[in-house]
């Protein structure tokens, strides 16, 4: 307990301080990791439920610092969300994203994550289709994954930036679908093309009977919706058996493919499978 005495409570707090003093040096790192090139694009395929086939990859940003090595996106992304860092990060993702499916199959995608704050910045739609021009990627092969968190606060506003993003025909999909308070009505209030289970309940659904029930009504929503419904997180043939019987059309997970380094980086010895 942290009030069992004067030395213990020292102690703690000493034990705080340097927590916050390595935040705000990975935070400063973080700062330049664009420009020194420590930033990576881990690629994963997403695969279709019917034949396994791969019709595109997530894009999941790694960082590989100079002193600590690959530090995973859920320590630095909140870093880079409080400092303004996401921005950079962001748009560099994005960019990368583009620049690499388009030497890709035309019938390959590839979803790329945004933050919710990137998201509400008044430029955001406009950035996607500049690096959309710059790039040369169709932009129907460009997924953007948005999470209940993009929509909650302005949602007016989230709604004039989702249709902007569907008129210049980039596909919008809401991640961690069923974690968030809303989900339902989301569904209602804004135009998705897909949406992704939650890790979450994949992971439950051996041991918990509603964590199955609940992916069968996802997946029957999004047949009565006309969209995709991908399950997230498919570790086991037990799991791809299970969520393809209840309806799930599309699959990822470490069963079909890890994340894996791609572009130039890849050709770097010591990233190759680290991803
Ligand atoms: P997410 O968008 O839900 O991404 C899926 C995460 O699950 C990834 O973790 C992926 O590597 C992991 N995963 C995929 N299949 C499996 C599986 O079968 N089992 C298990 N245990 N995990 C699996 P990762 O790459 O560490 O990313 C974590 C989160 O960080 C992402 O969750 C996303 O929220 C965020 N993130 C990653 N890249 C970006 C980015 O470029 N921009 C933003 N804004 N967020 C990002
Ligand atoms: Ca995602
Ligand atoms: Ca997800
Ligand atoms: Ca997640």
Redesign the pocket.
């Known amino acids: 307990s942290k009030s069992t005495g004067r030395g213990n409570a020292v102690f703690y707090s000493s034990d705080i301080d340097s927590e916050i003093r390595h935040r705000r040096a990975l935070e400063a790192d973080l700062h330049h990791a664009v420009q020194r090139r420590e930033l990576r694009l881990?690629c994963?395929p997403l695969c279709r439920a019917s034949d396994n086939g791969c019709v595109g990859y997530?894009?999941?940003?790694r960082w590989v610092h100079p002193v600590h090595g690959m530090v995973?996106?859920?320590v630095f992304?909140p870093i880079a969300e409080e400092s303004g860092s996401?921005f950079a990060?962001?748009e560099w993702?994005l960019r990368e994203a583009c620049a690499t499916a388009v030497h890709w199959p035309d019938d390959v995608s590839i979803a790329?994550?945004?933050?919710p704050v990137?998201f509400r910045s008044t430029s955001f739609a406009s950035v996607v289709g500049a690096i959309l021009a710059e790039t040369g990627l169709p932009p129907e092969r460009l997924e953007l994954?948005i999470t209940e968190s993009c929509l909650m606060k302005d949602r007016a506003s989230a709604l004039t930036v989702l249709k902007r993003l569907r008129s210049i025909d980039v596909r919008i999909v809401m991640?961690?679908f069923g974690t968030g308070y809303s989900s339902l009505s989301n569904l209602q209030s804004f135009p998705f093309d897909k949406i992704k289970i939650d890790?979450s309940f994949i992971a439950a659904m051996d041991r918990d009977r509603s964590a199955r029930a609940i992916v069968r009504a996802i997946a029957g929503l999004g047949r009565s919706l006309g969209i995709a419904v991908v399950a997230?997180?498919?570790?086991t043939a037990e799991q791809r058996r299970i969520v393809v019987e209840e309806g799930c059309t599309h699959l990822?997970?470490?069963?079909f493919g890890?994340?894996v380094v791609v572009g130039e980086a890849a050709k770097d010895g010591r990233l190759k499978g680290s991803a």
């Open positions: 881990a994963q997530e894009a999941l940003l995973p996106p859920d992304i996401i990060l962001g993702v790329v994550n945004v933050s990137q994954e991640d961690d890790r997230e997180g498919v570790e990822q997970g470490y069963l890890r994340p």
